[in-house]
């Protein structure tokens, strides 16, 4: 409990030295050093002053309480911030993961000039970055996004152009169709496998929204594991899932090159090499990361959203038309038994693949307007959204074949075949929905960098990543190491696969060198994200116990635990080489967290930041750090 000390004390704005108030005595920044001592009793105003003073703002709103009444002791929350209980008047200070907050006073938006220590009671701190890491602090005008770029529309942007529908229906629906390892799919029932799969993520998704009404911080669901598990588990869940992010995202550059060089190959009888295309959409995306959020969620709506328009258009002029020759339309994709319940089953845990990435709207918590009521929203909406255009596309591809399931499967990628088919397309139409693939392949890739950015840039400011990650762009307020990283990753994936590609994932007949390593650093990073899924759903339960109903809450818990799990196993199940070592990755990856988990905790613990997270009340009123 803190102690009270009773002494007169000068302040910054030159109150008298003789009143009286009182201060916790065991404030302190426990970093081993303090920016000055008792001795400074002189204090010269700084040159310029834009606003009024944090602490004649604490002055005016400070309550009255008497001694022996100390007020509660502090909490903490997932991700290392540090939350005050009400009932005294401090300043807020971010200060590499710790904030001491102001109840009542709004600091939020210019970080305060003052901390609190065990021997000097009032400090002026400098702005300069190098006066804040005297005191072991990241510079608060350095690592604080900014607030209020983003509408609805734009964090429910994020999370369509995380997903890529476009690219989903083209790649991923042949393996709910049966194009698998395992052979087995949902063959004619795939709509409703894709349903039954929506349903699932939405349990997932609800306790997502949940969270996210809770916790305004850009670590996503590393902040909700941290806040329910601890931060040891916190750091671990963390480094999976933005680890598989990150490999998700290279993953995407070497795909997009080699359709760009099939296009140009096919539509201009161009032959470029995939990999310099790959590279060139590497910095390409970089440099939109850098540039700013409002850009890259306007590339993402560009991009994405037009796609999207023109593959559901063709795909109600296909339906309209009665399917293939016209025939009349059929309600047996939506019948599951139509097909074995085993294959139907498989055919959900695939579709699950589809949804990955809904959950990227809370990534961009501090950056909307209203992160309470936008977050939420956009990862409900999204599911839905994408569910029902899924549905849609699936149930287009099936007429499109006229129900049959071999011929839909042996088509490898079914939207391409109907487009570029005389009865409903042309080979013109065919290279235009071709580059529209592209252009939504290129949408993910902004959706995954910015996502893993933010992410990444949580995790640094609590000092479980590096600090240079949570240093933002002085223009733009961008995490630009963090979009450094994420192009030098990429860049030297492109290389290694251009190099040793063949040596490492092998080369199937017929495929060109990049396929094989795209597979497998794509289930890689999927099959990281599922289990992270299955991670949250099961601490939801317990974090969420005493915060919404309880029904519900079991009912969405389990509906998400079972998808995730069930996708985790389909992954897994069967996998053909390379894919079968995805699994030993996966555990090495995990046990690196691990150990890393030690060091970063042991790190944070010798400079004074919280090791310890409990569930902390309330922290939509806590400003990120």
Not at 292 to 302: C, E, K, P, T
Not at 346 to 354: C, S
Not at 522 to 534: H, K, N, Q
């Amino acid at each position: 409990m803190a102690q009270w000390n009773r002494e007169p004390t000068r302040s910054p704005l030159r109150w008298p030295a003789t009143e009286t108030y009182w201060t916790p005595a065991s404030c302190s920044s426990r970093t081993g050093r303090t920016a000055s001592t008792r001795q400074h009793r002189k204090w010269s105003p700084p040159r310029e002053r834009p606003e009024r003073s944090c602490w004649a703002r604490a002055r005016a709103a400070r309550p009255a309480f008497l001694p022996g009444q100390p007020p509660p002791p502090p909490k903490d929350f997932g991700g290392g911030g540090r939350v005050l209980s009400a009932g005294w008047p401090t300043c807020r200070v971010f200060a590499g993961g710790r904030v001491w907050s102001t109840p009542g006073l709004d600091t939020h938006r210019r970080p305060p000039h003052h901390v609190f220590s065990t021997n000097v009671h009032h400090v002026r701190i400098s702005h300069s970055g190098e006066n804040w890491r005297l005191i072991g602090m990241t510079s608060p005008d350095r690592t604080t996004l900014a607030h209020g770029r983003l509408s609805l529309i734009g964090v429910l942007t994020q999370s369509l152009g995380f997903m890529g529908p476009v690219f989903s229906v083209a790649a991923l629906l042949p393996l709910i169709v049966g194009l698998s390892a395992t052979g087995r799919g949902a063959g004619v029932a795939t709509p409703i496998a894709i349903v039954i799969a929506g349903i699932g993520m939405c349990g997932v998704g609800w306790i997502i929204a949940q969270y996210a009404k809770r916790i305004h911080l850009c670590g996503s669901l590393y902040e909700y594991v941290s806040d329910t598990a601890g931060p040891r588990i916190g750091v671990i869940a963390g480094w999976l899932y933005y680890g598989a992010m990150m490999v998700l995202g290279a993953s995407t550059y070497l795909v997009l090159g080699g359709l760009t060089q099939a296009w140009l190959k096919s539509a201009m009888s161009v032959d470029v090499p995939w990999w310099p295309l790959s590279l060139g959409y590497a910095a390409v995306t970089a440099t939109i990361l850098v540039v700013g959020v409002h850009v890259s969620i306007r590339a993402q709506l560009i991009l994405a959203l037009g796609a999207m328009i023109v593959v559901l258009a063709f795909s109600l002029f296909i339906i309209f038309r009665g399917g293939q020759n016209g025939e009349s339309w059929s309600v047996e994709p939506f019948n599951p038994f139509s097909v074995g319940s085993l294959n139907l089953l498989f055919g959900v845990l695939y579709g699950i693949n589809m949804f990955i990435g809904f959950e990227s709207a809370a990534n961009l918590a501090e950056e909307t307007s209203d992160p309470k009521r936008h977050v939420p929203r956009a990862v409900m909406l999204s599911l839905g959204i994408v569910g029902v255009y899924y549905v849609v596309v699936a149930y287009a591809q099936v007429m499109g074949f006229g129900l049959d399931a071999e011929a839909w499967k042996n088509s490898v990628f079914p939207l391409e075949t109907l487009s570029y088919g005389g009865e409903f397309g042309s080979a013109a139409f065919g290279n235009f929905l071709a580059l529209l693939i592209i252009l939504d392949i290129l949408a993910v890739a902004i959706g995954v960098g910015v996502a893993s950015t933010r992410g990444m840039l949580s995790m640094a400011r609590s000092g479980r990543l590096p600090s240079k990650l949570a240093v933002l762009h002085h223009r733009f307020r961008t995490p630009i190491w963090g979009a450094v990283l994420m192009g030098a990753v990429s860049c030297v994936a492109i290389v290694g696969v251009r190099m040793g590609g063949d040596r490492m994932f092998g080369q199937a007949a017929g495929q060109p060198q990049w396929a094989s390593a795209f597979g497998w650093m794509a289930g890689f990073g999927g099959t990281g994200m599922a289990i992270m899924y299955l991670v949250v759903g099961a601490a939801g339960v317990k974090g969420l116990w005493n915060h919404v109903s309880r029904t519900k809450l079991l009912i969405a818990g389990s509906a998400g635990v079972a998808v995730a799990a069930g996708a985790v196993f389909g992954s897994f199940y069967e996998a053909a080489s390379p894919l079968d070592t995805v699994p030993w990755a996966l555990l090495v990856w995990v046990a690196l967290g691990a150990v890393w988990s030690f060091f970063a905790l042991g790190r944070s613990s010798h400079q004074g930041q919280p090791v310890t997270d409990q569930a902390a009340e309330g922290t939509s009123e806590v400003t990120p750090l």
